[in-house]
């Protein structure tokens, strides 16, 4: 590289940086690029599931899609070509029901009068109605996805391999058509899957009628429903045949019922009012004939109106007695169909329309929403002594998730796939898949194929796939269309487009003479069934890339939400085990739900959620990316959205990354400056240092541990160890190392420290980059420039390193944890008593019984030394040479929840236990006291240094640390000046300096001369240290630049700070301050958004506010323009303040700028005895002020005397 290294700013904006990024990876066209380098490398095939474009996305999306981006960027990285085409499910309810909203339809006749051309017309205009911001969050989240090359379920390519899949299924006998009773959407005119009505059951009140059913045996049957609209419908009633049911007989009226035993007294509060006359099973009342509730029916169904038996009915609700509607309940139709009261030929007894309305025969009802109709029909029972007791329930019911309106559940003629014959098959397939969470396959998935029903694929739609099933009148002849070209030749037609509009009316010619034509059915495919078809129809197979897709298939991997189980995933491996027999995807990873903060469902209505794209604005999308992928949501549970945790990925992850980062360059940079070493990365370091081997291993074990989790797509391990693996490099390693890394210890020394770190973190951005692109690429782009040869442009476009199993040390890994254990208990007890690391104690003592230990620690002394801040350190196994002794106490949370009642007695116990006994609780784990077992992790080993003052004990269970707490005055003198470079490092931090930068330190003390003594004592410490001599506030001259200054109260006293630029740089006589524009555009001949201004006027005195304004208001020419100036953050109010300050001039409250040195401007300063001036020969930046003879009579007239000026500063 080059002698200068570009310098890292100490502050980094995320999501700008991410912007940035977003811009260089457009430029170079990365992903394209990205998947031209793989392109003869092995296919990895990835699906991803079509959402809709008319709904824009929430994080459900986002977490799902993140997930897949990781995966598949992970896969590309590790050597695989991986194809990311993103799909759109252009059809189907969520489309048509918005146009249904937008048209005001109500219902099939709307459509028809408007005609299905139009309607699809409609419908077609906003398939992709929120496509670009689609594209566009998706994007600014860092996904890679094709969506040029996307597919559209609305393509009439897509839907011939719809049509293909159809008839494979339809020639193997797996197609039907019967009547099922399905739920059903009133508003949407359509019958619903089961998976589709189990996604949004909400809390309603419905009403609850008890309703008679006289017998000619004198009792009247009771039975319970909330749905009272059905009983138009009723053709039987069910008794369980194994419960026994009570005839009672009321005591005032003489009237006899019959209900089941367990329900008597809750239908019946009164029960003493009644007599029971008879106990009987309800396999007694099969049979038994009774009054029809209406006769709309009677006469149709030759065995209707009778008692049936079934092991369905419950005794936990209504009467033990249910009433049976057969085309409007599931149960009750295949109880019905069973008995024989109705037949799968015969018409079906359904009479309510599409829009939910009654139809004739029900003629008190015609016309009548059948909710609405409820509270008609009660009534109509009442006025004809029918109810016998009415009220109301609560329940959970469901709501087509679409219009949000409740279902029926009704009879629809429909086609079927023959699932339930398929269930070993199906459960052999899912076997062949690996699923994360393992559960969601062996539980969820696995009960629901078990219990597979045959599944509905018929629409009575309009916009979706038509069914190609082509029919005679007589239903005789049918054929089932399996491609375009098989259409076009039975119908002579050219054909383009295959919806509804394009085909119905197409007609094929009978087979049998004089016989009319064939005619399409009506019906369209469930969108479910097209998006199980997206394997084989995004690539139009059959037809084409026939080898491509066979050669990729199964997928390698899939990825949606829980809510999946019985959508997409179910779909899928039904329609590939159909088709092919296996699975259609090998890895499966299903993500759980992201609810609001509070546990409730997301909300846009309670805006109890922060707006996605918010968040990636605030914080950037890694960090967002990061949070998800931490969280428990990847293993299928529910995630709280919680914007803190958004933000504690900043905080906790990218900052000490960052900085771990940031103090990599500088340290380049010093080398590069300071020691004149041209550095580039030698991979082939040889590294003695300890340290260098621990961090060197650790990496190479993080990256074996990534490659193996990654590898069973266990991605919310990975964030864990990674957020450990960087409190290890910056706290630990980078921590131990600052001297080295900054090259106190030598030139050679410094550039293996340096190697290392380096080496770490490129290893690391590669590893890390599937999971936060932006920061990975950021951090390499800097990276490779250290890097020797040629480097490749993005750190996406790199292979993830293999992990180099030679550099793992487990031993030193392990000596390293032992050392951080002895630290971490000595911080405790620091911080125990107040003693800050900075002040030296005498003496650390760590005792294990274990020699190996020992040695471990030994080997790192030195380390613990500087980190302990200690004098000198013991190490022993003799623990009761120092008096040591143990004593327990209880965990009080944990045990006294456990033990209750037996808690005091236990805390006695635990109390009275003596040091032997204390030690082999501790061995043993666990402790026996009152008859209950006490384990080592529900109690407190507290260790004691009797008789010894001076010493302060802690342990980890496992070693003991002996900390002597009494410094002497050397020690509380060192510790004072270490407190003074602190405050130097601060100041220098605080003035955005770097530790390449040269400067000067002065000082001065007010309220006492401690200070003093504190640095002529200690001034060699402290000044290496800070890297600047520490010199009296008297020897600071005019000429020196002053950087920053701050009095600072310390120990009582006041230290006041000067830091000023080492080199002597000529500024300003008078008190000067620069100007820049924020958002404004300078005007009036002035183009440069950049100042200078002097801040006293010739008295020598501060300019007033108004004065200042006045000053850059002609500065930029901003007449009768409203602005505010800021400086550090906050609004001007005196000018006094301002000195080498940078005034922001904005009409909001700006972001804060960095001040200068020195002034944007050129200016001169010229003297006449003690008369000094200055002069701008430019003001704003790059605009000539005067020219030489202006300047000279100015400068002549302010002096009171004629004076010469260079020409040269005017050329």
């Not at 009415?390 to 003629?413: D, M, N």
């Not at 002794?885 to 209750?900: N, Q, Y």
């Not at 784990?925 to 992790?937: D, F, K």
Request: aromatic fraction near 10%.
């Amino acid at each position: 590289m080059s002698s200068k290294v570009d310098r890292v700013p100490e502050n980094i904006d995320f999501p700008k940086e991410e912007e940035n990024i977003l811009k260089f990876w457009k430029e170079i066209d990365a992903f394209h690029s990205c998947l031209k380098q793989s392109k003869n490398k092995p296919k990895y095939s990835f699906y991803d599931g079509p959402p809709f474009a008319t709904g824009l996305p929430h994080y459900g999306h986002i977490l799902a899609g993140t997930i897949k981006d990781v995966v598949t960027r992970y896969a590309h990285q590790k050597g695989y070509h991986v194809e990311r085409r993103f799909g759109w499910d252009c059809h189907g309810l969520p489309v048509e029901f918005e146009i249904d909203k937008t048209l005001g339809i109500k219902g099939p006749e709307d459509v028809e009068k408007m005609g299905i051309d139009k309607y699809n017309a409609e419908c077609r205009k906003i398939v992709m109605k929120y496509a670009t911001e689609w594209e566009n969050i998706i994007t600014r989240m860092g996904r890679w996805i094709d969506f040029k090359n996307d597919y559209k379920t609305l393509y009439p390519w897509f839907m011939e391999s719809v049509w293909w899949v159809f008839k494979e299924l339809y020639n193997k006998g797996l197609i039907y058509q019967g009547v099922k009773v399905m739920p059903y959407s009133t508003a949407c005119s359509t019958p619903l899957s089961n998976f589709e009505s189990g996604q949004n059951y909400k809390d309603v009140v419905d009403p609850a009628v008890v309703v008679t059913f006289p017998t000619s045996e004198g009792f009247s049957l009771l039975a319970w429903t909330t749905t009272p609209w059905t009983l138009p419908s009723n053709l039987a009633l069910c008794v369980n045949p194994k419960l026994t049911y009570l005839k009672v007989k009321e005591k005032s009226s003489g009237n006899c019922y019959v209900l089941q035993e367990a329900r008597f007294p809750v239908i019946f509060k009164n029960i003493d009012e009644f007599d029971i006359i008879e106990k009987l099973p309800g396999e007694k009342l099969k049979g038994i004939k009774y009054t029809p509730i209406f006769d709309y029916f009677v006469g149709q169904c030759p065995k209707a109106f009778q008692v049936l038996a079934d092991g369905y009915v419950t005794d936990d609700s209504g009467t033990g007695v249910v009433h049976q509607a057969p085309y409007f309940g599931e149960d009750d139709f295949r109880v019905c169909l069973a008995a024989g009261i109705i037949t799968r030929d015969q018409d079906i007894i359904c009479p309510v329309d599409a829009s939910g309305k009654f139809t004739e025969p029900v003629k008190d009802f015609v016309g009548q929403y059948v909710k609405d109709a409820d509270k008609n029909i009660i009534a109509n029972l009442k006025a004809r002594n029918r109810l016998l007791q009415v009220g109301q329930v609560k329940h959970s019911y469901p709501f087509c998730w679409r219009s949000e309106t409740p279902l029926i559940y009704k009879a629809v003629p429909s086609w079927f796939v023959r699932v339930e014959q398929m269930s070993q098959d199906l459960l052999k397939s899912s076997e062949a898949t690996y699923w994360v969470p393992d559960y969601v396959k062996e539980k969820r998935f696995g009960n629901w194929l078990k219990e597979a029903r045959d599944w509905a694929i018929s629409r009575n739609r309009y916009w979706g796939t038509p069914i190609p099933l082509w029919i005679s009148a007589d239903k005789q002849e049918v054929v089932c269309i399996g491609s375009i070209e098989e259409l076009s030749a039975l119908t002579g037609k050219e054909i383009t487009d295959i919806h509804r509009e394009s085909i119905d009316h197409l007609e094929i010619p009978s087979c049998r003479p004089g016989q009319p034509p064939l005619r399409r059915v009506t019906e369209v495919f469930d969108c479910w069934f097209e998006s199980g078809s997206m394997p084989y129809a995004q690539c139009h197979y059959p037809f084409e890339n026939k080898k491509e897709f066979e050669d990729v298939f199964p997928a390698n991997f899939i990825a949606e939400g829980i809510d999946q189980t019985r959508g997409w995933f179910y779909t899928l491996i039904v329609l590939s085990t159909a088709l092919f027999n296996k699975p259609p995807f090998k890895n499966l990873i299903a993500n759980g739900l992201i609810l609001a903060s509070d546990g409730q469902k997301m909300s846009k209505r309670k805006k109890n959620y922060p707006d996605p794209l918010e968040i990636v604005t605030k914080y950037g999308a890694d960090a967002l990316r990061l949070y998800l992928v931490n969280s428990p949501v990847v293993k299928a549970e529910n995630l709280r959205f919680k914007e803190e945790g958004v933000r504690d990925v900043i905080k906790d992850v990218f900052l000490p990354w960052y900085n771990a980062f940031r103090f990599l360059m500088q340290n380049v940079e010093r080398i590069v400056q300071e020691d004149n070493v041209n550095y580039k990365f030698n991979e082939k370091a040889v590294r003695d240092n300890v340290m260098d081997k621990w961090i060197t291993s650790f990496t190479q074990s993080l990256i074996q541990f990534v490659t193996k989790e990654m590898g069973a797509y266990r991605l919310y391990t990975v964030v864990p160890r990674l957020t450990k693996f960087i409190d290890h490099l910056t706290n630990w390693y980078v921590r131990m190392n600052r001297k080295r890394l900054k090259g106190e210890n030598g030139v050679a020394d410094c550039q293996v420290a340096l190697d290392t770190l380096f080496g770490v973190l490129f290893d690391m951005v590669r590893v890390m980059a599937p999971f936060t692109p932006f920061l990975t690429e950021l951090m390499y782009r800097v990276l490779k420039q250290l890097q020797p040869g040629q480097s490749l442009e993005s750190v996406h476009f790199n292979m993830i390193p293999e992990p180099k199993l030679e550099l793992v040390d487990t031993n030193i890994e392990r000596a390293v944890q032992r050392m951080q254990a002895v630290i971490e208990l000595g911080r405790v007890l620091r911080d125990r008593k107040t003693i800050p690391i900075k002040y030296p104690l005498p003496e650390m003592i760590i005792i294990h019984r274990d020699e190996t230990y020992l040695k471990d620690v030994n080997s790192l002394l030195n380390y613990v030394l500087d980190e302990m801040n200690v004098r000198k350190i013991q190490l022993t196994s003799d623990k009761e040479k120092y008096g040591i002794t143990l004593r327990v106490e209880p965990d009080h949370k944990i045990l006294g929840g456990r033990l209750k009642g037996d808690f005091k007695a236990v805390m006695q116990g635990l109390k009275e236990l003596n040091n032997e006994q204390c030690e082999k609780l501790i061995a043993d784990g666990y402790v026996e006291i009152v008859g209950q077992r006490i384990e080592v992790s529900e109690v407190r080993i507290i260790y004691q240094a009797s008789g010894n003052d001076q010493y302060e004990a802690h342990s980890d269970n496992d070693v003991l640390i002996l900390l002597n707490i009494t410094p002497d005055q050397d020690m509380l003198d060192e510790g004072f000046a270490r407190e003074i470079i602190n405050r130097v490092q601060k100041l220098r931090k605080k003035a955005h300096l770097v530790p390449t930068d040269e400067v000067d330190v002065y000082f001065s003390v007010k309220k006492g001369n401690d200070i003093v003594r504190i640095i002529n004592i200690h001034r060699d410490l402290i000044e290496s240290t800070v890297k600047a001599p520490m010199k009296s506030i008297e020897e600071l001259s005019p000429s020196k630049s002053v950087i920053i200054q701050e009095t600072q109260e310390l120990k009582g006293s006041e230290l006041n700070l000067v830091i000023t630029w080492r080199k002597e740089i000529e500024m300003p006589v008078h008190p000067w301050a620069n100007v820049t524009l924020n958002k404004i555009t300078p005007r009036l001949g002035a183009t440069s958004p950049q100042g200078s201004l002097i801040l006293s006027d010739i008295t020598g005195k501060f300019i007033s506010m108004d004065e200042l304004y006045k000053q850059v208001e002609v500065l930029f020419g901003l007449y009768g323009m409203k602005f505010t100036l800021w400086c550090d953050g906050v609004e001007v109010n005196d000018t006094a303040s301002l000195t080498t300050k940078n005034i922001i001039v904005s009409v909001d409250k700006p972001q804060d700028l960095k001040s200068g040195v020195s002034p944007f401007c050129k200016f001169v300063n010229v003297a006449n005895g003690t008369k000094k001036m200055t002069l701008f020969l430019e003001n704003p930046q790059g605009k000539q002020t005067v020219n030489m003879e202006q300047a000279v009579k100015f400068v002549s007239e302010y002096l009171g005397k004629t004076c010469n000026l260079d020409e040269k500063l005017f050329v």
